[in-house]
């Protein structure tokens, strides 16, 4: 099959590679039909967590739509011609973590995680699928294909991150990053408020998308943040600041605007083995309330994001800006590591 394949920190090289087989009777089999890069991705490629891909053998991604081609003989909810999607964490569905919903922290696959290390990921024409009937969903019908890979990865963690923040419709709420997650989190929360979110970023152009989705945007680089929070709040600070920057120093900024007793809800993917001086006696003497979703356990919220799209309370095109194929995804790739203008997130299309 033809398959993308890390060679490198910003090396990716499309090759002809063995098709996956069926290695377990628990395995299925998946065609490849969309995919996607997340931003947790863009880690890997750019060469920050060395040790979770292999040059010359990692297949990236984990956001995908497929139809099935093959099961194995003890997988029961699935057939081949299934449409399918699955969470970008793979779970067995039986385990202790599994049994309390924390399904990102499967004690049977290890936490794995398609395209890192060994285990290919969704950018090839094929993918194998282990504890198929742990984790796999059907993806239901109205949902088309660019909706379908959102329920891999972004949307949900944009759901769980919100969900916790618990926001009140008269509070005052922030969104640090307006990548595309933010860019869900935001639409979610327009919902949910009585007032326009800020959306905190540097990216002139996606300020500008988060305001056409409702957001009040404020430029990190060229606007006095202090002074907008001051006039939004009356200086008293926000109630909720919801982050999907996956920096430390939006997670300083974040809990630098928040007023005493606020909330700090995460889904930024912080890199591992990040030594980063937080102050302990800021969040302490502001009596902080920090909830980090980062390794989201996507699974239990799938059917909710699946449902906000059909119930058209978020409109998942809005965070799609490029349509390429599989053999154009290296060049997309760096496209969106450099933040080309006007590029938020693309749909690879490969069957």
Known sequence: MRAIVYHGPYDLRSADVPDP??????????????????GSDLYLYQGEMPDLAI????????????????????????????RVTFPFSVSCGTCAMCSLGLTGHCLTTGKAIYGFRGLAGSHGEFVRVPYADGH???VPTGIDDAAAVLLSC???SALIVVDAADVHRGDTVAVVGAGPTGLLALQLLTGRLDRPPLVLDRVPYRLDRAAALGGTPVNVDTDSVRDVI???TGGLGLDVVVEFAGRPEAFDLATSI?????????GGVYRVATAHPTSLALLFANDLQIRLNGLANVLPAIDRAARLITDGIVDPSAVFSHRIDLESLPSGAAAFAGRDDGFHKMLVTVA
Do not use: K, W
């Open 230 to 232: 001051d006039e939004a």
């Open 136 to 138: 796999l969903r059907h």
């Open 258 to 266: 928040l007023r005493p007793g606020g909330v700090f809800s995460g």
């Open 21 to 38: 087989t069926i290695e377990s009777s628990r395995d299925v089999i998946v065609a490849t039909v969309a995919t996607s890069m997340c």
């Open 55 to 82: 040059p010359g053998t990692t297949i990236l991604g984990h956001e995908i739509v497929g139809e099935v081609v093959a099961v194995g003989t003890d997988v029961e909810r699935f057939s081949p011609g299934d």
């Open 154 to 156: 972004n949307l949900p």
